[in-house]
Structures are given as C-alpha cells and as structure tokens.
C-alpha cells in the first residue's frame, strides 16, 4: 500500500496547474466507511472509463471515414477481420490475465495478504511470459504454410505481401501483449481502475495520432497496425514501471513463483477461458462469419451498425465492471449485505440509463451511418431492430454477469455463455443465406434470450438465498 510520502510526492510536480490539488482530493479522500469506499471508487473507475470510451467511440469514428475511402471496402472489411481474429487469438493466455487473476488478487487484498498477492502476481506474469515464448514460436514455424489469401477471401486488388505484412505485424503485438496484459487486472483488483483509464486514455490518444498520419500519407494496412496496436504496446511498456512502483509489493520475482498459485490460477483461469472464448462467439463471431458467407464488404454494414446500437450495452459493461473487484474483497469479509445492495443498485441504473439511449441511438442510427460513414454503409431497419433487441437484452443481464464474475460462480456463466455461442454461431450461419445481415441480428437476439433467461437468473436466485443466510452471521475484519 503506499505511504502518505509517496502519495504526496506523486503530484508534487502537478501543483502549479490549476484543479490538480481538487483532482487529488478526490481521488484519494475516503470515504469513512468500507462499503462507502468501494462504491466511491467504483464510481471514479466508471466516470474515468466513459472519458476513455468517449476516445474509443472517436477513434473508432474518424477511423472509418480516415481509412475506408482510401482502402477500399474489401481491404477495410480485411481490417476489421483481422481485428476480430487478434481478439480471438488473445485468448491464449488461458484466462490467466483476466478476471482470475482479479479474483485472486481481491480476496488477498480483502484479507490483508501482500505476500500472497506478490506470488500470484509472479506466477501469472512468467506464466504469461511462457505462453508468449510458445505461442511466439508456433506462429512463426507455421506463418507460411497458411493461405492468407484465402482465409480472408481477398480479391487481386489486395497485395499479397501486404496482407502477409499485416498479419505478421498482429501476431508479434499479439506475443508481446502477453505479459503486458495483466495491468489492467492489477488496478481492478485493488479497484484503481482509473488509473488503468488514465493509461488508456493516454494510448488511445497517441494512437488517434498516429492513425491520423497514417491516413494522411495513405499507409496501407501493415501501418494501420503500427498505428493502432504499436503505439499501444509502447504505452503499456510504460506503464509497467509505473504499475509495479505503485504496488511495490507485486514486483514479479522470479523467486516469488508458486506452483499452488499457478495451478490455481490455471484451474480459475481456465474456468474464465471458456467464458471469454464464448463471449468470442457471441460479440466477434459475426465479421468471420460474414466474411466467409456473405463476402467481406457486408461486414463494413454489420459491424459498423453494431457499433451504434450496441453502444449502451458497452457503457453498462463500464458502469459495472469496477464492482467486480469489489464483491471479491467484500466476500472474503464476508460482507454479503453490501453485496446485495450493490447489485440491485448497479442493476436499477444500468436499465435506467441504458435503455433510454438505446432507444435514441436506434431512432437516428441510419441518419448517423449515412454521414459518418456514407450511404454505402447505411443498415437495413430490421437488421437495427435486431441489433436493438440483442443490445437491450445485453443490457438487462449485465450486472448479473458481473457479480457471478466477482463471487468466483464461474460454472453458471460458463455454461450460459457457452450454449448462448454456439446458438449464436449455428444459427447464423444456417440463417445468412437467406436472410442476410438481419437473421444474424436476430439469431443473436434469440440465442441470449433462450440461454441467460434461465440458467443465470436461477444462479442469481441461488446467491440470494445464500445472502440471507449469511446476514444472520456477524460481519468480521480480517487480522493483518
């Protein structure tokens, strides 16, 4: 934990600029109470996670008219698959830099435990390290003997060298965001999430810089990936020092390694896999699948459609991601009312605020398609109601997601999220033939109905009824 020298000295170099004195305040004044202090900095972590969404939405706005005029509709459809398939491939890391380790790192934080959390967070980082070294070496000894020309279906007009370029520039970032990916989990376990958005504010600027440049000279896609995910990894590099100077008791020594620690890690982490590999089918499918039944220039419609509609299901994930670390550490003190009441809370604002822009953003999508990034790109009505159904559906079963997450439920979710991918992935590719864009918006819809419906409300109803056995115990402090 750090001392009051080290938070002062932290903005000692900030104080002549006007605000950073307030600013400090805020984000380090306690609230006076266990309960009022995790809701406190749930609340920063959210407000800063908007500010950094806001830069996504941005980026993710001027990078479509920066880039898909000049590219093409098949290399920019070629751009956005090759996105989908980093996200697909980043699963590799077995679950370990995800919420596993957000878990482990919260319940040590809960029962005061420094010298656990330093062995989980050495285990996990050579753990990553190593699965960076394999999946490193793999890619390279098979890089040539995938037909790239094939598994994204490009025309002559797209080079093959520069598709190769391209795909070998996102699995050298992929092998070096292994280790670094355990950042962002470290903050949310000790809930200073907005320092993980101040990070990503940061890159997220440089990298709308540098995409920018990139379209003022026409770079082609090997430097879109410089752009983007370059400027990325230089940041998180960064930031690194500045992660394990914070939490000086989690620098990685190799000497800190446990094998416990990693078996538990695998064994949660795996657990986690399943999920995000679902999670994969479910949110990344669509652009492969499209791809490969459609032809790549229909994914520029569909993902750009999704990326109106579903943006309030993307603000309730923000909202409510910080209490996942949250309902770890008041677990482990067995604090189980403010768990309850910290549910009902994040779920009543997460319907009360999501749904209302929901509804704006499918009223005026096309309108805003059409000048963000032409009529070429303009969605068909049903396929935004389908897109709508599936986002407010999304939107409702968020909070639940996030508190089996932080009380380690992780069979539910898995299995929920499982059935919901392969629903998701069957239909779709039974339905484009025929229906196109809109049976997929509506198998999506479907899918989360038939699956989360009955087997998390269900866990949920479980937790409860555990809650209220649990208020009868008195609520006790761990002893450091």
Not at 78 to 107: H, Q, R
Not at 108 to 124: I, L, M, N, P
Not at 331 to 351: E, F, T, V
Not at 354 to 365: C, E, K, R, S
Request: glycine residues 8%; charged residues 15%.
């Amino acid at each position: 934990m750090a001392t009051p020298d080290s938070n002062s000295s932290r903005f000692a170099l900030l104080k002549a600029i006007p605000g950073v004195e307030r600013l400090k305040a805020v984000l380090s004044k306690d609230s006076g109470s266990r309960g009022g202090e995790r809701y406190r900095r749930a609340g920063i972590t959210a407000s800063s996670s908007f500010v950094t969404k806001a830069l996504n939405v941005l980026i993710s706005f001027l990078s479509v008219p920066l880039t898909v005029h000049y590219l093409g509709a098949e290399r920019y459809g070629v751009w956005l698959t090759i996105s989908s398939l980093l996200t697909w491939m980043s699963m590799t890391d077995f679950g370990l830099a995800g919420n596993a380790l957000i878990n482990v790192l919260a319940e040590a934080s809960g029962k005061e435990d420094r010298e656990g959390a330093q062995h989980y967070s050495a285990s996990c980082f050579w753990a990553l390290t190593g699965v960076g070294v394999v999946t490193g070496a793999a890619a390279l000894a098979s890089f040539r003997y995938i037909p790239w020309r094939r598994v994204f279906q490009v025309s002559a007009a797209t080079s093959t060298h520069e598709l190769q370029f391209a795909c070998a520039l996102t699995l050298g970032f992929l092998v070096l965001n292994f280790p670094l990916s355990m950042q962002q989990s470290i903050y949310s376990a000790y809930q200073d999430g907005y320092l993980a958005n101040m990070w990503g504010i940061g890159a997220n600027s440089l990298a709308l810089f540098a995409l920018v440049v990139v379209s003022r000279s026409h770079g082609g896609l090997p430097q879109l990936v410089l752009a983007l995910s370059g400027t990325r990894a230089a940041v998180g590099i960064a930031n690194y020092f500045f992660l394990f100077r914070r939490y000086y008791w989690l620098k990685p020594s190799p000497f800190a390694v446990r094998w416990v620690c990693v078996k538990r890690l695998f064994s949660l982490g795996s657990k986690y896999l399943v999920t995000q590999l679902a999670s994969l089918g479910i949110y990344q499918s669509q652009p492969i699948i499209i791809t490969q039944m459609m032809g790549p220039k229909y994914v520029v419609i569909f993902v750009v459609a999704y990326k109106i509609i579903a943006l309030p299901m993307d603000l309730a994930y923000m909202a409510t991601a910080p209490f996942i670390s949250a309902f770890g550490e008041a677990k482990a003190r067995m604090d189980w009312g403010w768990i309850k009441d910290a549910y009902m809370k994040a779920n009543k604002a997460s319907l009360i605020f999501g749904m209302p822009i929901l509804a704006v953003l499918a009223l005026f999508a096309k309108p805003i398609i059409r000048v963000w990034a032409g009529a070429a790109a303009v969605p068909s009505t049903s396929l935004i109601v389908g897109l709508t159904l599936y986002t407010a559906l999304g939107i409702a079963f968020m909070t639940v997601g996030q508190l089996l997450v932080g009380l380690e439920r992780v069979n539910a979710l898995a299995l929920s999220l499982v059935l919901c991918a392969l629903a998701i992935i069957g239909s779709s590719i039974a339905v484009a033939p025929r229906w196109g864009l809109t049976g997929i918006a509506l198998c999506m819809a479907g899918a989360k109905m038939v699956t989360y419906w009955p087997i998390q409300l269900r866990e949920l109803r479980r937790i409860f009824r555990e809650t209220h056995a649990h208020l009868r115990e008195p609520v006790t402090e761990p002893v450091a």
